[in-house]
């Protein structure tokens, strides 16, 4: 059984490496060749057919990479999400600058999605709230739960203190003190103010 599914596993991750690979090369050379075909032929549709087959990671260069050269307005649903292209821009002097920019594009032939994508798309990292993080796993080790819900013996508050402190130094622990203290001094300062 394991043999077989060995065989099988490998097989199909070299199907998908395949896939990717043709799927690389061929929206590659498709995104030059769509930028003359549209401009010159007026069939926007061919563009919006192609978004609606590629997987969410190309889909969402595609829309970028087109919106870029592409003279057409881009039609969005009620929560400003891509729906289509639409209609040509409506401005001679807009569409002008458009083409002008495609052929200016097109000259270099290793100019494609995937390079324009290069220079112009930064992947976002999606920012952890850490704070957030040790807030729950805080809670979590007080109740004796841990992330897969495994259940263990709950730690006290105490015990958590201890764990958190032996990360931080005399004069670390200081300069939290001091600041909270000034922080609830300013809360009875303000709340002697309203009271006066």
């Known amino acids: 059984m394991t043999h077989r599914l060995h065989n099988v596993v490998y097989a199909r991750l070299d199907a998908v490496a395949a896939a990717e690979k043709i799927t690389r090369v061929e929206l590659g050379h498709l ?3 769509l930028l003359e075909y549209v401009v010159d ?16 990671v190309n889909k969402r260069v595609s829309i970028l ?4 050269f592409l003279p057409w307005t881009v039609e969005k649903d009620s929560d400003g999400k891509f729906v289509r292209f639409g209609k040509m821009l409506g401005k001679p002097k807009q569409v002008k600058k458009r083409v002008e920019l495609i052929a200016a594009f097109l000259v270099n032939e290793n100019n494609n ?11 976002e990292q999606k920012q952890i709230n850490l704070g957030e993080k040790l807030e729950t796993a805080i ?4 109740q004796g739960v841990d992330t897969d819900k495994q259940h263990g013996d709950a730690l006290s ?3 958590i203190l201890t764990v958190v402190m032996k990360h931080i130094t005399g004069d670390e622990m200081l300069d939290i003190i001091t600041s909270v203290a000034d922080e609830v001094q300013e809360q ?3 709340v002697m103010d309203e009271a006066a």
């Not at 926007?44 to 997987?55: E, K, Q, S, Y």
């Not at 990479?65 to 870029?68: E, K, L, N, S, V």
């Not at 999605?113 to 992947?123: A, C, G, N």
Request: no cysteine; hydrophobic share 40%; aromatic share 10%.
């Open 139 to 142: 809670v979590q080790a007080m």
């Open 31 to 33: 995104s030059r060749e």
């Open 188 to 190: 009875v300062d303000d």
């Open 113 to 123: 999605i995937w390079s324009w994508s290069d220079e112009h798309i930064e992947v």
């Open 157 to 159: 508050k105490a015990d």
């Open 65 to 68: 990479y087109f919106t870029h």
């Open 41 to 56: 032929t007026h069939d926007i549709d061919i563009v919006n057919r192609l978004i609606g087959v590629l997987t969410p």
